[in-house]
């Protein structure tokens, strides 16, 4: 990768963000379980797109970067969002164990057994950094035993998420059985910028857009026939549904489809569209949407007179919620985003 943002890897990133919200609010149902088939393997497949050792040298230097572009944003939005939370469930009079725990679980990073209440979406990032000082070392092997090796961190990861003995293996800190599970698609993505360019897939998607229209449709289908087959599939939860391999295989169509969807999209939108923009700032939108989406669903359930098992579970009533969703994570995500490059602009001139 020339270091330059690609519009179509912001679009899909912009695309799987909006597949993300909606998952969490329309919880129930056909579109959720569809959505669920392939949304975290996406983000974790483009993560691996642009990934390069050339951008580190070294693993101390890549160690360094992660620590402050993951980790530390990962701890000021758990702590940020925890205190909102704690403050909402206090004032609310809500049925609460323990205002501390959760705090104490941002150090655990697991999505599973109710951790992380405060804003659950967060397990992503710690799970992120160790998939990404996995590939560090897996990604130099020769790339025989490196698909060797990838295989068997998925048939260990599959084992440790679907194990039903005395140990329970979701629970490992940073969501390490998932990690293990998920690492194939960081290596597909490498793999696949490593033998073709970025530029020359979308230029050939571009030329043949009929063809990958349909492509697309059929592989949006197979994700369908996954989801019902399969059943509820959740990354957050170590869970790869009834049969693992089905969900690789449904995991990986809902990719491609979603990689086609956003080359063709970055033909005929504007540049600097708002799907590419929400891709750009993805993990902001990422970090602050769960407890956005919470007080929305409350306040669209309070106006619509109905209850958040019907915002739920109702298309329509999901909608409402998803678009209002949206509008108000836009909002907050540019103001952070403001903040955050008067913080830099301040910091150059200190230099100065």
């Given amino acids: 990768m020339s270091g330059k943002r690609i519009a179509s890897i912001d679009i899909a990133k912009g695309v799987g963000m909006m597949f993300i919200m909606w998952g969490h609010i329309m919880r129930f149902g056909i579109t959720n379980h569809w959505v669920y088939v392939f949304h975290i393997p996406l983000f974790f497949f483009l993560s691996g797109l642009v990934f390069s050792y050339e951008k580190y040298g070294s693993f101390r230097v890549f160690l360094k970067r992660k620590f402050h572009t993951l980790l530390i944003p990962y701890f000021i939005y758990s702590v940020v969002t925890w205190v909102i939370w704690a403050l909402y469930s ?58 060797v090796v990838l295989g068997l961190c998925a048939v260990l990861g599959v084992f440790l998420s679907t194990y039903n003995g005395p140990v329970d293996f979701t629970l490992l800190p940073w969501n390490i059985e998932v990690a293990l599970m998920v690492i194939i698609f ?151 985003s403001r903040i955050q490059s008067c913080h830099v602009s301040m910091k150059h001139v200190e230099r100065k």
């Avoid at 809500?94 to 205002?99: K, L, Q, R, T």
């Fill in 186 to 336: 960081y290596a597909a993505g490498d793999l696949l910028k490593t033998h073709l360019s970025i530029e020359s897939i979308n230029d050939y998607i571009k030329n043949h857009t009929f063809f990958f229209v349909v492509l697309s449709v059929l592989l949006g289908l197979f994700v369908y026939v996954v989801a019902i087959i399969n059943g509820k599939v959740s990354m957050g939860h170590a869970n790869p549904g009834k049969y693992p391999l089905l969900f690789y295989f449904g995991a990986f169509c809902g990719t491609a489809m979603t990689i086609i969807v956003s080359a063709i999209l970055s033909r005929i939108t504007r540049k600097n569209s708002f799907i590419e923009w929400v891709g750009k700032n993805s993990f902001c939108v990422m970090a602050i949407h769960n407890p956005i989406k919470g007080v929305v669903v409350v306040v669209v359930a309070r106006i619509m007179h109905t209850t958040i098992n019907t915002i739920n579970s109702s298309l329509s009533h999901a909608f409402i919620a998803f678009v209002f969703s949206v509008i108000v994570t836009a909002i907050f995500t540019f103001l952070i």
């Fill in 90 to 147: 206090f004032f609310t009079h809500a049925d609460i164990e323990s205002y501390w725990m959760p705090l104490l679980q941002t150090f655990i990073a697991q999505g599973s057994a109710g951790y992380l209440i405060h804003n659950g979406t967060l397990w992503f990032v710690t799970c992120l950094f160790v998939v990404e000082c996995l590939y560090w070392m897996i990604g130099r092997l020769k790339i025989w035993i490196r698909l």
